[in-house]
């Protein structure tokens, strides 16, 4: 069951903008700090600077939860499997008809 099935959406040129804009930016930050993962390191000795880029960073912890997931050889794969994804879900939505009800038969 399903509260809202294939109803019909539309988006206005301010969503499609935004959008765009949106994945443009992302995609420029990926490139942009691609080889230059620290980014964010900072050069002042302060105590609450050094805990907050701590917190910003992954801390040694997470980064080994992490490492089999989001390394440098799999972060390839995720990216393009998370593209994929992408591409499939707006194919379906594009795919299916409004006409003719949801994909999936009522029992």
Do not use: D, H
């Not at 019909?8 to 935004?18: A, E, G, T, V, W």
């Not at 080889?35 to 600077?49: D, G, H, K, Q, R």
């Not at 591409?87 to 949801?102: D, H, Q, R, S």
């Amino acid at each position: 069951s399903s509260i809202a099935s294939n109803e019909l959406f539309s988006f206005n040129l301010n969503m499609k903008m935004f959008i765009f804009f949106m994945m443009f930016f992302s995609t420029l930050m990926m490139i942009l700090f691609w080889n230059n993962l620290n980014w964010m390191n900072f050069n002042i000795n302060n105590s609450e600077m050094i805990n907050f880029s701590n917190s910003i960073m992954f801390l040694n912890e997470n980064k080994i939860n992490l490492n089999k997931l989001y390394n440098n050889q799999n972060f390839l794969i995720t990216y393009l499997l998370i593209i994929y994804l992408f591409i499939t879900l707006v194919a379906m939505v594009k795919i299916t008809n409004i006409f003719y009800g949801p994909l999936r038969t009522n029992f």
